[in-house]
């Protein structure tokens, strides 16, 4: 029955606790395998006047912004054909590749290297799992892709999986594998 105990400042929401709790519960669920319902964490808030760190005192940070969310939004954005929209969720230096493509840095880019494939392209989502690193955070999503080819025929149940980093709230990196090419 593991036990963990976080000191955290006052001052995050209600959302970034509550997302800071399931994802320690699952860290400890994957290297302990002990059942969730029986995974306790405490977090213990300390108002900022209470602690310093080299005897000054701190305020919290804003926290990370859901990283799944995020992801949902930039797609939700490309998919309505919203660049600008999404190209608010990408950060400096972001690069992308899809199948068959070389390393592109923008999203007329893509446009530009989608332009003749098919008229739309609509995702429906299996799974999204989050990974966090170091430095970044790391969302994979997988399920089908539906729309319409350049002739009109329609197409569906097609796999694909995104893999995006994320870094300071916003997308650095998206990488795109996909069967389009085998349902041609």
Same mark, same amino acid.
């Given at each position: 029955?593991?036990?963990?105990?976080?000191?955290?400042?006052?001052?995050?929401?209600?959302?970034?606790?509550?997302?800071?709790?399931? %994802? *320690?519960?699952?860290?400890?669920?994957?290297?302990?395998?002990?059942?969730?319902?029986?995974? %306790?964490? &405490?977090?213990?808030?300390?108002?900022?006047?209470?602690?310093?760190?080299?005897?000054? %005192?701190?305020?919290?940070?804003?926290g990370?912004?859901?990283?799944?969310?995020?992801? @949902?939004?930039?797609?939700?954005?490309?998919?309505?054909?919203? *660049? /600008?929209?999404? @190209?608010?969720?990408?950060?400096?230096?972001?690069?992308? +590749?899809?199948?068959?493509? /070389?390393?592109?840095?923008?999203?007329? @880019?893509?446009?530009?290297?989608?332009?003749?494939?098919?008229?739309?392209?609509?995702?429906?989502?299996?799974?999204?799992?989050?990974a966090?690193?170091?430095?970044?955070?790391?969302?994979?999503?997988?399920? +089908? *892709?539906?729309?319409? &080819?350049?002739e009109? +025929? %329609?197409?569906?149940?097609?796999?694909?999986?995104?893999?995006?980093?994320?870094?300071?709230?916003?997308?650095?990196? @998206?990488?795109? &594998?996909?069967? *389009?090419?085998n349902?041609?």
């Amino acid at each position: 029955m593991p036990m963990l105990q976080v000191n955290l400042l006052s001052g995050y929401s209600s959302a970034v606790k509550k997302r800071l709790m399931q %994802s *320690l519960t699952a860290v400890i669920r994957g290297i302990t395998q002990a059942k969730p319902e029986a995974i %306790s964490i &405490w977090i213990h808030e300390v108002e900022s006047d209470a602690y310093s760190r080299g005897g000054v %005192s701190r305020q919290p940070g804003a926290g990370a912004d859901d990283a799944t969310q995020l992801v @949902q939004k930039y797609l939700a954005a490309m998919e309505s054909r919203d *660049l /600008e929209a999404a @190209q608010n969720y990408l950060g400096e230096g972001f690069v992308m +590749t899809f199948p068959g493509s /070389e390393e592109m840095t923008s999203l007329a @880019q893509l446009v530009e290297w989608a332009k003749g494939r098919y008229r739309y392209v609509e995702k429906a989502f299996t799974a999204t799992s989050v990974a966090y690193e170091m430095d970044r955070i790391v969302v994979v999503c997988h399920g +089908t *892709l539906s729309g319409e &080819w350049m002739e009109g +025929t %329609s197409f569906s149940d097609i796999r694909f999986i995104d893999r995006f980093e994320i870094q300071n709230n916003k997308i650095i990196r @998206q990488d795109v &594998w996909n069967d *389009l090419a085998n349902a041609r």
